[in-house]
């Protein structure tokens, strides 16, 4: 029976396992940790044969290697552990290159990008579904890809969000459109260098039969039609920002399509049906509708989707109003740009809450835009004593020391009555990991202490 390794004992970890074990694979598990909650899934594996090790690292015994190492996405891709087996010979993929091999005969829509993914994943997932298809979201959203592929009926289309991470792991996957957000420093403690990171996004998208680009990414736009003459580009700005020949673009309070040099534009939806605030989210309405018409949907499908469309959890979310300030959600902003998107998005003047983990990138424009919007500024986590220093560098002094969500909350409501703010808004500009196991549960605690607060 060949046998394989899986590491990491999270959603996709253990996914990935199931569907190796249905194949007919010898699978262990393993992880780093452990913990309750990590104990209680290793037993309920033993009773499906699947050998769970934890607060363990695979270690290779030279005569009886596995055949296979399926990485999940949290792993880096070059620690020695990995190099040491593709040195060896032993086939080492990500989850996702796994669900891409039992997948391969289903169209894919792969997005990828710094920010905005989640938000066009599930737009797009939603505007498929809308038109009758079975076209679950997965990857870094929703369903592990594996679960995907372990469903006992495969799916119309896979739409599909890809951290470079998960790209970095995926060999052979090639999907049928591939989808480019946003592009700007991120993950540079893992990538190294800015060129790396960008190889990596850019190999999804080489792969991809058909291309859409967001045409006003600096970045990407700078680059333009001379590296990727076949795509698909958008602008909010209008027709005369559309990069190369045709693509999607906002005239008149429509998205408009120019599918070809010689095409006739064609208006498929108004902008005002989509309920999520801010020129970003414009954006990732643009990028959604073009993936949809280059996947065949039509625009009745397209129209319902978006009116109903509720946003994206942990993105601008809309917690709760009291005495006339909106709490606002947006953990999912992990890094300076997301956080100053996020800045950008709400009402004046603000009350933030930041902090966490700091990341490695420019804070300039973030720092600006607080200068610009925010009456004060709350600061938890690890990062609070640098950012705290980084406010005062720019001659930003109305901010507090908090460390933590539970003082952060109710002294944010305090001071917004001060100053007479219209929003308390949770955009950390970090990471969750000093705190919290990832943003998620960072964002379901606020909610929590939001709604305490409101109902108190």
Known sequence: MPRASVIGLGKSGIAAARLLKREGWEVELSDRNTSEALLQQQQEL??????????????FNESDLPQLIIVS???????????????????????MELAWRHLRSQPWVGITGTNGKTTTTALIAAIFQAAGLDAPACGNIGYAAC????????????????SSYQIESSVTLTPRIGVWTTFTPDHLSRHKTLENYYDIKAKLLRQSQLQVFNGDDAYLSKLGASHWPDAYWTSVKGKDYLIGERGFYIEDGWVVEKLAPTATP?????????????EHNQQNLLMSVAAARLGGINRDAISHAIREFPGVSHRLEH????????????????????????????????????????????????????????????LIGNAAPAFAQRLQEVGYSSYEIVETMEKAVPRGAELAKQHQAAVVLLSPACASFDQYPNFEVRGDHFRELCLAWAGS
Request: glycine share 8%; charged share 25%; with cysteine.
């Open 46 to 59: 033993a009773t499906e044969q699947i050998t769970v090790k934890l607060g363990y690292s695979l270690e």
């Open 266 to 278: 064609e208006p498929i939806v108004e902008v005002s049906a989509l309920r999520m605030v801010g």
């Open 319 to 378: 917690i709760c109003t009291w005495e006339g300030i909106d709490f606002i959600n947006d953990s999912k902003a992990t890094n300076y740009d997301a956080a100053e998107v996020g800045l950008a998005s709400v009402k004046n003047p603000a009350i933030l809450i930041a902090g966490g983990e700091a990341k490695a990138g420019d804070d300039t424009a973030w720092l600006a835009k607080i200068q610009a919007k925010a009456a004060a500024v709350l």
């Open 73 to 95: 996405p949290g792993v880096p891709w070059d620690i020695p552990l990995l190099l040491k087996a593709r040195e060896l010979g032993i086939e080492t993929i990500g989850e």
């Open 147 to 162: 679960e995907v592929a372990l469903a006992e009926k495969h799916p119309d289309w896979v739409i599909a969000e890809l």
